[in-house]
């Protein structure tokens, strides 16, 4: 089976309940961060992203919090689902995202309990 | 279906063996990149690409070569496989409207 999820971060969650994935980005100058959900043997899909002149962004069910002073960025997943379950990857890029190199972190493991 | 596309999905290789991992994408973006994924860590970068005829180097790149002879593919060579490229393998295209899509990986071991 997949692997990616060992020695993760783990966050468990009932179904229905809102979950919030926590991420620390490293470069002060990065511009544009995005949210993977990464579902066992699949690669990263994207979820959301934002860019650093925004401070909160929202999309169906999930909403991406931006805080430049800490370097923190937050996904938040309204009324958890089982298929809400996967390793979340936050990424960071310097040029906009349309070229240069994504930075990921190390993830957090999502599981919901039916 | 428009996308990304690694082959093979799986492959042993003995130690010291060469082999090829294949990439390909059909949305022509400009930018392609591949990255190794190991337990309980995010990907890395190996290289990146940011068209045809331009190649460099990321975060890993030691034991690794590229080339990008057209738009669409974008092949990881590894030279002389060693245990230590043990790893899940994901190739990824970008463009300024569509950010990154990536492909399903490839499964690589080493022994």
């Known amino acids: 089976g997949e692997s990616v999820g060992l020695h993760l971060p783990t966050l468990s969650v009932q179904e229905g309940d809102n979950s919030i994935i926590n991420c620390a980005y490293s470069n002060s100058a990065s511009d544009y961060f995005i949210w993977y959900k990464q579902e066992s043997g699949k690669g990263p899909q994207f979820i959301i992203d934002i860019r650093s002149n925004m401070d909160k962004r929202q999309g169906q069910r999930v909403t991406v919090l931006l805080n430049k002073t800490v370097k923190h960025l937050s996904l938040q997943i309204a009324a958890t689902q089982p298929g809400d379950s996967a390793v979340y990857f936050c990424a960071e890029n310097m040029r906009g995202g349309s070229q240069g190199n994504l930075i990921f972190g190390k993830g957090t493991k999502l599981s919901v309990k039916p | 279906n428009a996308g990304v596309t690694q082959t093979p999905k799986f492959q042993v290789l003995k130690t010291g063996q060469s082999m090829t991992l294949q990439c390909a994408q059909d949305m022509n973006h400009e930018y392609m990149s591949w990255y190794r994924q190991d337990p309980g860590m995010g990907l890395r970068l190996i290289h990146y690409s940011v068209g045809a005829g331009i190649t460099d180097q990321g975060e890993v790149p030691n034991g690794y070569n590229v080339s990008r002879s057209t738009t669409e593919d974008f092949p990881l060579r590894l030279l002389s496989a060693a245990p230590s490229q043990t790893s899940v393998y994901f190739c990824?295209?970008?463009?300024?409207?569509?950010?990154?899509?990536f492909g399903s990986g490839t499964r690589l071991t080493v022994v």
């Open positions: 990824a295209s970008s463009s300024v409207l569509y950010g990154y899509t």
